[in-house]
T-cell receptor, first 115, second 110 residues
Framework: DTGVSQDPRHKITKRGQNVTFRCDPISEHNRLYWYRQTLGQGPEFLTY????????KSRLLSDRFSAERPKGSFSTLEIQRTEQGDSAMYLC?????????????FGNGTRLTVT | DAKTTQPNSMESNEEEPVHLPCNHSTISGTDYIHWYRQLPSQGPEYVIH???SNVNNRMASLAIAEDRKSSTLILHRATLRDAAVYYCILRMNRDDKIIFGKGTRLHILP
């Protein structure tokens, strides 16, 4: 079990640029989640996939955000035309449906700073 | 989503037990009570969960009130590595997404 990995760990970008983050879940996990966390707050749910299907998107996920999981394995989260308010930690998690409790396993996140 | 209420922060001395409370007065009969914690600079990690009965695992114990309107996470002997934000969460079924609140920031004093 190599855990959930996220890349990059840190990203600094200028306002208006596009950024893309990658998440590699635990290999047999069919569910993949994206969360966003700002300082002093708990993680906020953004979206989740079951295999390659995106099953739910939060209202927090504006049109500038898009997530994909093309082959049901890794996922990418793209933010277009970044704004300073997008600065946050972006967390990815995975789980196996049907397993006892199906706990979410989180990566250590990608910290985005928009200048 | 059913809500939970936790103190913003708590302090405890190292090597002493810690009791972290959580109120969930609007819990429904099918909601599971989950606890996650988030160490500094890391993603959250699962700690424990329960439905009605008290639960123990290698990390902690979970005590659930008889009416299920509150629960307590118990760390039997806190260490400095237990300093983290602890989240109490209600989850309707095992495949639901997790909705986090602000949690309790636990400080451990050496």
């Amino acid at each position: 079990d190599t855990g959930v990995s996220q890349d990059p760990r840190h990203k600094i970008t200028k306002r208006g640029q596009n950024v893309t983050f990658r998440c590699d879940p635990i290999s047999e996990h069919n569910r993949l989640y994206w969360y966003r966390q700002t300082l002093g707050q708990g993680p906020e749910f953004l979206t989740y996939f079951q295999n390659e299907a995106q099953l739910e998107k939060s209202r927090l996920l504006s049109d500038r955000f898009s997530a994909e999981r093309p082959k049901g394995s890794f996922s990418t989260l793209e933010i277009q035309r970044t704004e300073q308010g997008d600065s946050a930690m972006y967390l990815c998690a995975s789980s196996l449906t049907g397993a006892e409790n199906s706990p979410l396993h989180f990566g250590n996140g990608t910290r985005l700073t928009v200048t | 989503d059913a809500k939970t209420t936790q103190p913003n922060s708590m302090e405890s001395n190292e090597e002493e037990p810690v009791h972290l409370p959580c109120n969930h007065s609007t819990i429904s009969g099918t909601d599971y009570i989950h606890w996650y914690r988030q160490l500094p600079s890391q993603g959250p990690e699962y700690v424990i969960h329960g439905l009605t009965s008290n639960v123990n695992n290698r990390m902690a114990s979970l005590a659930i009130a008889e009416d299920r309107k509150s629960s307590t996470l118990i760390l039997h002997r806190a260490t400095l590595r237990d300093a983290a934000v602890y989240y109490c969460i209600l989850r309707m079924n095992r495949d639901d997404k997790i909705i986090f609140g602000k949690g309790t920031r636990l400080h451990i004093l050496p």
